[in-house]
């Protein structure tokens, strides 16, 4: 992926480890949109790693943060 990517990421902890993405977040990701109910982990992790962390509480809202945040040639993501 060469352009930027808005992720989405969230829902209920499985016990991910989000150290395998971190270098691929801290490259591409200038927004990482929360969604979900466990959020303040990927807050937590990510915090000072990506430009800006948006949480959400569903995947309506989560959409419409990534659209906001996202310029045109980036790639919104869900994961």
Same mark, same amino acid.
């Given at each position: 992926m060469t352009n930027?990517?808005?992720l989405i990421l969230g829902g *209920?902890? /499985?016990g991910n480890d989000y150290s395998q993405i971190e270098?691929?977040?801290k490259s591409k990701v200038?927004?990482?949109v929360c969604m979900g109910k466990d959020n303040h982990k990927l807050?937590?992790?990510?915090a000072g790693k990506v430009g800006q962390i *948006?949480?959400?509480?569903?995947m309506e809202a989560a959409v419409r943060e990534s659209f /906001?945040?996202? /310029?045109?040639?980036d790639t919104v993501l869900l994961s």
């Open positions: 930027r990517v808005i *209920v902890d /499985k270098a691929l977040v200038p927004t990482l807050v937590e992790f990510f *948006v949480e959400t509480d569903s /906001k945040h996202a /310029k045109l040639g």
